[in-house]
């Protein structure tokens, strides 16, 4: 694994770029950009499955997303779904820069909230040959309906009531900007198991990374997560092989088999029976699962052509 940096505009971004044991540096090698979980950074998951992917021969990269992690932007801790689309544009620019990547044989995998992500950057950057979701996540839906998608979409209304005061506090009294957390620090009863689960996942040595601090800033963050919708125009715009991949287990279930059910392209669901939305963050019998269903499904769409 070697630790780099690109450019993202003005924002310089931090990565881990996984290449397989002797990489044949003279010749061009496919390459899967890999999209972190919402309130995740380059060390957990995302790195777990670019790693993985290494092992199967392609070059992998994580990376953290701007604003967050080690990766450059102020203010920090800014969860900007547009500027996440934009971070995974930024790595598929990276990628077509290195000698051993082929640049037309590069696709992305992205989980949780990158899920979404990843989807939105495909729908509108061609360049991506083929998508993978693992647990997908459309975060502005998401926030605006619920964990289970019950809720309609006005219920974030009284959320937004609140950002606007939150702002005008801020900018007209000089009130501290205030944060709120990703996943739910102290779990009751009451929390859907995924965000417990999630929970011991982020806040316990599981997965704890001090890149991580669960937090993402309230008014500049929340009225741009609940504008958006990473599935806007998918039937039309989402031209590329998809595989979608989700635990049968998983409260998430709902937006994984929305986004399969909406796109008209190539797809593939693989709902994989027992598992829960964070059991494909680190489990190894379900990122086990996750990477057979990804291995062919990115050999085969990332093949190289034939020489005419």
Not at 39 to 47: H, L, M
Not at 119 to 141: E, P, W
Not at 271 to 298: C, L, N, R, W
Request: aromatic share 10%; charged share 20%.
């Amino acid at each position: 694994m070697d630790a780099i940096t690109f450019p993202n505009g003005q924002i310089t971004m931090a990565g881990n770029l996984y290449l397989p044991e002797g990489l044949d540096r003279t010749i061009r090698h496919a390459a899967v950009v890999v999209v972190h979980p919402g309130g995740g950074v380059k060390e957990q998951a995302a790195g777990l499955y670019a790693s993985k992917l290494a092992e199967q021969g392609f070059v992998a990269l994580a990376f953290d997303a701007s604003f967050q992690g080690d990766s450059g932007g102020e203010p920090h801790h800014l969860e900007d779904p547009y500027a996440r689309v934009e971070d995974v544009r930024a790595a598929v620019d990276h990628l077509q820069t290195l000698d051993f990547v082929d640049p037309e044989r590069i696709g992305a995998l992205g989980i949780c909230a990158g899920g979404g992500y990843a989807v939105n950057a495909a729908m509108t950057d061609y360049r991506i040959k083929a998508l993978t979701t693992v647990s997908a996540v459309n975060i502005g839906t998401s926030f605006r309906r619920g964990w289970y998608g019950t809720d309609s979409d006005a219920a974030a209304v009284p959320t937004l009531q609140a950002v606007a005061r939150q702002r005008t506090a801020e900018a007209s009294r000089g009130a501290e900007p205030t944060y709120l957390p990703y996943v739910p620090a102290e779990p009751d009863e009451n929390t859907p198991r995924d965000l417990a689960e999630a929970s011991e996942y982020y806040l316990t040595p599981r997965a704890q990374h001090p890149n991580a601090k669960n937090k993402f800033l309230f008014t500049r963050s929340v009225s741009r997560i609940f504008a958006f919708d990473a599935f806007h125009m998918v039937e039309d715009l989402l031209t590329q092989p998809l595989l979608v991949v989700a635990g049968s287990e998983a409260g998430s279930l709902w937006m994984s088999t929305e986004l399969h059910g909406r796109a008209r392209t190539t797809k593939h669901l693989r709902i994989v029976e027992g598992g829960t939305h964070m059991d494909f963050y680190d489990i190894p019998k379900y990122v086990d699962q996750a990477i057979s269903a990804a291995t062919p499904f990115f050999t085969k769409h990332l093949a190289a052509k034939p020489a005419e």
